[in-house]
């Protein structure tokens, strides 16, 4: 799983290059993800503006690597598109996750 | 935008998670060429994945996947999906109830899953189960069109509000 990471100011971006976190891929985007953010800011937004599809088991993979960050460290998403907008909002997930409409939004939240 | 154009296909496909993802890719650009709109090809392929998904995992070995025939009736107002694979029946012999996990509770708490069913039955308009004899035929509905007006159709029932 291609994961790409960038820091602005006390944020880490995790942009994730790849369009599915599917049931193929959610083991190894969550050891991926939980690799990346071992140690760094505590505020860490995940990119999903190249990601098209996510099913359950990425869902579930994103909300396990959230819950593996220590108590005081945060992460929030950016760049849903459309189709996984639907599973965060179905799932009511999308109240548990800060969304930010892209990582630029994310960012003035940030430094605001 | 034209209409639906009506088809009828099938395909199958050994029950791993590639194929699932290969089989949907498939899917997907089959519905677009018979414009179905955006938003319900979304609907569809989740809920698909979300069927297939669960044959790769619950009911085939994983050292021994076996094969999943998947037959799509699509007509101007509806699809219909028909799974069929000869693994292990569902537990129960029976659907299962899908409740939606719930969010509101401490993050180390939230649910990893149990999403599948909730989405399959959110999603879909109408789903049966039934065992035969060898076979799991699993039947899923999409209604295309509702009363006249595509864009209803295309909202999940969670979203809809009862009139």
């Known amino acids: 799983m291609d994961l790409h990471s960038d820091y602005h100011n006390d944020m880490h971006i995790i942009t994730v290059n790849a369009p599915r976190i599917d049931a193929a891929a959610a083991i ?45 460290r945060r992460l929030e998403l950016a760049g849903l598109t459309p189709d996984v907008a639907k599973v965060f909002r179905l799932t009511r997930m999308d109240t548990v996750f800060a969304i930010h409409k892209d990582i630029r939004a994310a960012a003035l939240r940030a430094s605001g | 935008m034209s209409g639906i154009l009506p088809a009828e296909f099938s395909l199958r496909l050994i029950a791993t998670d590639l194929t699932v993802r290969e089989t949907l890719s498939v899917l997907r650009a089959r519905f677009v060429a018979q414009n179905v709109p955006e938003d319900v090809c979304g609907s569809v392929e989740l809920v698909l994945a979300e069927a297939l998904n669960n044959i790769v995992e619950h009911a085939y070995p994983p050292d021994r996947p076996g094969d999943i025939l998947l037959a799509l009736s699509l007509t101007a107002d509806r699809l219909r999906c028909t799974l069929r ?23 180390d708490a939230l649910p990893e899953g149990g999403f599948g069913w909730y989405l399959i039955r959110d999603l879909s308009d109408h789903l049966s189960y039934a065992r035969t004899a060898e076979e799991n035929v699993l039947t899923l509905d999409f209604i295309l069109v509702r009363g006249g007006d595509p864009a209803a159709a295309q909202m999940p029932k969670s979203d809809r509000n009862p009139i």
């Open chain 1, 28 to 72: 190894r985007f969550k050891d991926a993800l939980r690799a990346a953010t071992a140690e760094g800011p505590a505020l860490v937004v995940l990119d999903l503006c190249h990601v098209t599809f996510v099913d359950s088991s990425g869902l579930g993979a994103i909300v396990a690597a959230m819950k593996q960050l220590a108590a005081d």
């Open chain 2, 85 to 107: 694979d000869r693994g292990v029946p569902l537990a129960g012999l029976t659907l299962p109830d899908g409740g939606r996990p719930d969010p509101e509770v401490a993050r």
